[in-house]
């Protein structure tokens, strides 16, 4: 079994900029995808970015591209997730991710994660 447990997460005003971090414990070696997810009051969960622990590839959707980084600390068995430009349709639950069979790009959504953190609140407005 793997444990994640979010933090970071916050209020901030628009155009700001958030790091999110999720250390795994736990069966570590079977978290070979590391996932952020995040679902909006009234939508449904959508994945955003992602990272292969092994090879280190990253993955994010056109939602977060070009403004927000995922990353890894893998002695500390921690994931990142970096937020730039931040509005206020970034407001949701943020959450992470671990799943056991990579190929860990998007287009598998949740499908290939089976464990999860608890979240946290991202909130953005002026």
């Known amino acids: 079994q793997v444990q994640l447990v979010e933090s970071g997460g916050g209020s901030v005003q628009p155009g700001g900029s958030l790091r999110l971090s999720c250390v795994v414990s736990g069966d570590t070696d079977r978290a070979k995808c590391l996932g952020w997810f995040r679902q909006a009051p009234g939508k449904q969960r959508e994945v955003i970015a992602s990272i292969s622990t092994g090879r280190g590839n990253t993955y994010y959707s056109d939602s977060v591209k070009g403004r927000s980084t995922i990353s890894q600390d893998v002695a500390h068995h921690t994931v990142y997730l970096q937020m730039n430009s931040l509005s206020p349709e970034d407001t949701a639950i943020y959450y992470c991710?671990?799943?056991?069979?990579?190929?860990?790009?998007?287009?598998?959504?949740?499908?290939?994660?089976?464990?999860w953190g608890q979240g946290t609140q991202v909130t953005v407005s002026s």
């Open positions: 991710a671990a799943g056991s069979f990579p190929p860990c790009a998007l287009r598998y959504g949740s499908s290939i994660y089976d464990n």
